[in-house]
């Protein structure tokens, strides 16, 4: 089992009454809401959580990218997987991920990353996404194009990571003379690729084929549905011919352990309840699923499966659908081992700190997390899996 701390890095600071007056926190809200002095203690802030996750044994940290937002303070993860790459030693750096479709040039991502591979000696994990709806409307960028483009920089950066140059690459957004990256990454052929998703169709064909096989995340959904999309994953490989392992499945979730299953609930309700209502929550459906961003299959399954993830959000409720998972180390233990048993994924990226959870709450959690859960989380995987299942 690999075991991740993901962090979003939001403005926590904000006015939540002010922010209430508007009718999203997204693309539009206005930025005379961010103060850079709270923006400077927090982006500090978080990357001691950060490298703190490497102190606590955690595998990998994830960082992220999302565009004018009090949601995500990352519009570039290539700039927070620089900082922890000189203040980390051991822990993966994963980038989950850069938003292929929206880049005019992306061999920067190739070079970008390959850079981090370096600096690091291996320890980049390659996330690519088309970036949800609302980067579209914050990047002026036509959602029509979203998945031709990210399926043409995806082979443009394979070829630059893998194919020596220089050589021309020429489709139907994107034309290059001369592809000749520097430096080359650190591992061979290319860091592993992660492919985060909310459920499309596509994006699932597209990670599970056999020439690829690249590990599948499904974030922030209920349980029911993320059971389901795993399963798809699944029955798509073996529709290919091959049995998927659990290293190819993850699950991305937020969660808080308490010393009591009732302290857990009493201390993080409110935070979970400001992130999935206010900093997530009011997202409307054409900035998060704009006309042509996916096909109408997509559209349906991906609505459906996000139906609860987009009621207002009562933690206790969250927490029964397997939204978020909040209780004491038992508990929480137990819960997990239970999807694990279910579901059969071998990453899980936990979000230990989610809306306004302050400084103090989100170090305890990660604390109770890593002592009191994650390495019976560990000891159950190897049972259930085997060690080469993880890998």
């Known amino acids: ?50 490298e703190y996750a490497e102190e606590l044994g955690f595998d990998g940290v994830c960082v992220n990218e999302h565009h004018q937002t009090c949601y995500g303070m990352m519009p570039s993860p290539i700039v927070t997987a620089s900082a922890l790459a000189r203040r980390t030693s051991k822990t993966k750096i994963a980038i989950l991920g850069s938003a292929l479709p929206l880049r005019s040039h992306p061999l920067t991502i190739a070079e970008e990353h390959a850079m981090i591979d370096n600096i ?97 995340l499904q974030t922030f959904s209920p349980i029911k549905a993320v059971a389901k999309q795993l399963q798809s994953y699944r029955d798509t490989a073996k529709r290919y011919g091959y049995a998927s392992t659990p290293a190819q499945l993850g699950w991305a979730t937020p969660l808080y352990v308490g010393d009591t299953d009732e302290s857990a609930l009493a201390e993080c309700a409110v935070h979970y309840e400001n992130f999935r209502n206010r ?39 969250s927490n029964e659908l397997g939204m978020m998972t909040c209780g004491s180390a038992k508990t929480v233990t137990e819960r997990l081992i239970g999807y694990m048993k279910e579901i059969g994924f071998g990453n899980l990226l936990v979000m230990l700190q989610f809306g306004t959870l302050p400084a103090d709450l989100t170090r305890r959690n990660m604390e109770r997390f890593a002592e009191g859960v994650m390495p019976r989380l560990k000891q159950a995987a190897k049972e259930l899996y085997g060690e080469a299942a993880v890998a």
């Open 1 to 50: 089992m690999n075991v991740l701390l993901f962090h979003l890095m939001p403005y926590a600071d904000l006015d939540l009454e002010e922010a209430d007056r508007y009718p999203h926190s997204w693309v539009t809200l206005p930025n005379r809401l961010y103060d850079p002095r709270k923006g400077h203690a927090l982006y500090n802030r978080y990357l001691d959580e950060m």
């Open 120 to 216: 690091t000696g291996g320890r980049l994990i390659s996330g690519f996404v088309r970036g949800i709806g609302c980067e579209y409307h914050a990047w002026g960028v036509n959602p029509t194009y979203s998945l031709a483009r990210f399926n043409e920089a995806h082979d443009l950066i394979v070829r630059a990571w893998t194919e020596p140059g220089p050589f021309e690459f020429h489709s139907k957004h994107f034309h290059f003379e001369y592809v000749n990256v520097w430096p080359r990454p650190y591992q061979s052929p290319h860091p592993p690729i992660w492919i985060p998703s909310q459920g499309s169709r596509e994006t699932i064909e597209f990670a599970s084929h056999p020439s690829r096989k690249y590990t599948y």
């Open 279 to 317: 900093y997530l929550g009011k997202m409307p459906m054409e900035m998060l699923m704009p006309p042509g961003y996916t096909s109408r299959e997509s559209a349906k399954a991906i609505v459906a499966a996000k139906t609860v993830a987009h009621e207002k959000a009562e933690t206790k409720r």
